[in-house]
């Protein structure tokens, strides 16, 4: 089974950075898109950014310009880098990650989900 875990949320005041990492339990490069998702407080999960292995990015538009994905496969790692914070990104932070298993003649989806990390942005 699969394990992402999240680690560096926290809080931070507004127009503060953070950097989320995310550590998978196998290699990386069979994760394609691996990404962020996000949920707060009475609000369904939302998508981030996901990053392909192709190197082709997905983003918000609330956070473009301000959070930047990226990931080394070699580590088995994807990170969020996360600038000019607002009180709005305040949520829990998931890692993501997509992987296609071998099923017959085709191929299976299975979406991977970490515990998530939280991060707290005050104004």
């Known amino acids: 089974q699969v394990q992402l875990v999240e680690s560096g949320g926290g809080l931070v005041q507004t127009g503060g950075s953070l950097r989320l990492s995310c550590a998978a339990s196998?290699?990386?490069?069979?994760?394609?898109?691996m990404g962020w998702y996000r949920q707060a407080p009475g609000k369904q999960r939302e998508l981030v950014a996901t990053?392909?292995?192709?190197?082709?990015?997905n983003y918000a538009d609330s956070v473009k310009g301000r959070f930047t994905i990226s990931r080394d496969n070699g580590k088995r790692m994807v990170y969020l880098q996360m600038n000019s914070l607002k009180p709005e990104d305040t949520a829990v932070y998931y890692c993501?990650?997509?992987?296609?298993?071998?099923?017959?003649?085709?191929?299976?989806?299975?979406?991977?989900w970490g515990q998530g990390t939280q991060v707290t942005v005050s104004s």
């Open positions: 993501y990650a997509k992987k296609y298993r071998p099923s017959g003649l085709g191929f299976v989806p299975e979406n991977y």
């Open positions: 196998e290699s990386t490069f069979s994760f394609d898109p």
């Open positions: 990053l392909t292995m192709s190197s082709n990015t």
